[in-house]
């Protein structure tokens, strides 16, 4: 089956950029969307189709996938606290939706 | 606004059954396709089901093939998920999902609304 890998952790200072990736195979030949969760709500979904921002998500979320890699990222740029958060990304492979592991993003 | 409501959670027994329920409103339901996501305590997302905006696509995880149904009622904005030969490993929140396209099995599926979940626990 399919697998997305995430860093369990990343930290990054309040204003600085930090990237969040996530491999798998061949993932640059298909869409790969982002969410974050904060502890005890509902996942937001922050980027879908790979750069797409939903309405709402401030400009600071951005996403990007190589098209011919196995890498995306979630790049959060001027961080805030707020952004403290569990980040997973996702995709769609042979019929199933798969998920990362989870990057748990601390802003120190 | 969109509202999404699971409800039906609770504790079973191992091998037992149980019914989630999903109560949805502020959006043309059967334009979208639905699913169910799990989060076991402290960890992280999975995918369970998803069905078709018409219902004539269905779509499992592996790890729930052959014991759970996914089902809809466009005329009652519910989404439905039967639940059968439960294991200690279904432990877990149950979050309804709203995707962003009526097609169950795309590439572009995402999922732009979600309940706060309903939660499930196999234990004797």
């Known amino acids: 089956s399919y697998e997305l890998t995430q860093p369990p952790s990343v930290s990054v200072s309040p204003g600085q950029t930090v990237n969040i990736f996530c491999s798998g195979h061949e993932l640059g030949e298909k869409y790969v969307c982002w969410y974050q969760q904060k502890p005890g709500q509902s996942p937001v979904l922050i980027i879908y189709?790979?750069?797409?921002?939903p309405s709402g998500i401030p400009e600071r979320f951005s996403g990007s996938n190589s098209n011919s890699g196995s890498t995306a990222t979630l790049t959060i740029t001027g961080t805030q606290a707020m952004d403290e958060a569990d980040y997973y990304c996702?995709?769609?492979?042979?019929?199933?939706?798969?998920f990362g592991g989870g990057t748990k993003l601390t802003v120190l | 606004e969109v509202q999404i409501v699971e409800s039906g959670g609770g504790l079973v027994q191992p091998g037992g059954s149980l019914r989630l329920s999903c109560a949805a409103s502020?959006?043309?339901?059967?334009?979208?396709?639905m699913n169910w996501v799990r989060q076991a305590p402290g960890k992280g997302l999975e995918w369970v089901s998803g069905i078709s905006w018409n219902s004539d696509s269905v779509a499992y995880a592996a790890s729930v093939k052959g014991r759970f149904t996914i089902s809809r009622d466009n005329a009652k904005n519910a989404l439905f998920l039967q639940m059968k030969s439960l294991r200690p490993e279904d432990t877990a929140r149950y979050f309804c999902?709203?995707?962003?396209?009526?097609?169950?099995?795309?590439?572009?599926?995402?999922?732009?609304?979600w309940g706060r979940g309903t939660l499930v626990t196999v234990s004797s």
């Open positions: 996702q995709a769609w492979d042979s019929g199933a939706v798969v």
């Open positions: 189709e790979d750069r797409k921002r």
């Open positions: 999902a709203k995707s962003i396209v009526a097609a169950v099995t795309t590439r572009t599926t995402a999922f732009d609304s």
């Open positions: 502020g959006f043309i339901f059967d334009d979208y396709a």
